[in-house]
């Protein structure tokens, strides 16, 4: 179910989406792209985030001044499993 912002008020769905084959994308992106532009997502370290399925939002998004990156607030979704959130939650990538 869509709320009027386009936004899924269902529960998340668990992301990464397995695609058919290696090459091809995964079928939920372009019924997401449909049906919710902006769908919930539950990563595999558990945080619950939004994923943007258009090129468009996409782009306005990385184009303004409230996105943020900073992968090691306290508050910043985990993008892996492990205890730390993995490489992309480390300072040093170099850390083990």
Request: net charge negative; glycine share 10%.
């Amino acid at each position: 179910m869509t709320s009027a912002g386009g936004h899924s008020d269902e529960i998340p769905q668990d992301y990464p989406f397995v695609g058919p084959t290696a090459l091809e994308p995964p079928t939920q992106w372009s019924e997401l792209r449909e049906k919710c532009p902006v769908a919930w997502v539950r990563t595999p370290g558990g945080s619950e985030t939004a994923l943007l399925t258009r090129h468009e939002d996409v782009r306005r998004l990385f184009a303004g001044r409230r996105f943020s990156r900073s992968l090691v607030a306290d508050d910043a979704a985990r993008l892996g499993d492990s205890e730390d959130g993995g490489v992309f939650n480390r300072l040093d990538p170099g850390e083990e």
